[in-house]
Nanobody, 126 residues
Framework: QVQLVESGGGLVQAGGSLRLSCTAS????????MAWFRQASGEEREFVAAISWDGRRTAYGDSTEGRFTISRDDAKSTVYLQMMSARPEDTSVYYC???????????????????WGQGARVTVSS
């Protein structure tokens, strides 16, 4: 059974930084596109970022590009989301996601992802 486990959530002040981690049991992890989504209370799930299997390509949502950075460490089967210049509107539960199959496509739609973590709550105080 595939497991994705997020960590690193918590409280951060506006303008501050926070790094989320997601460790996956996918094998081989190095061949999977990985992504982050987020869902604020009462809102739909929103695409945050994705990274290709080789780490050479990334994609970001409109609200996070330029402030967030996605990266991966295949030796640790872990994908990261570095949040910078945090804003109160970044307050959400952040989810790590992986597609069912290996591919070179950077999916941004929730429906393209089959595996999800349990979520990490991030609260940005103003």
């Amino acid at each position: 059974q595939v497991q994705l486990v997020e960590s690193g959530g918590g409280l951060v002040q506006a303008g501050g930084s926070l790094r989320l981690s997601c460790t996956a049991s996918l094998r081989p992890f190095s061949l999977y596109t990985m992504a982050w989504f987020r869902q604020a209370s009462g809102e739909e799930r929103e695409f945050v970022a994705a990274i290709s299997w080789d780490g050479r390509r990334t994609a970001y949502g409109d609200s996070t590009e330029g402030r967030f950075t996605i990266s991966r460490d295949d030796a640790k089967s872990t994908v990261y989301l570095q949040m910078m210049s945090a804003r109160p509107e970044d307050t959400s539960v952040y989810y790590c996601a992986a597609p069912r199959n290996t591919a070179s496509v950077l999916y941004s739609r929730e429906s393209e992802y089959a595996y999800w973590g349990q979520g990490a709550r991030v609260t940005v105080s103003s």
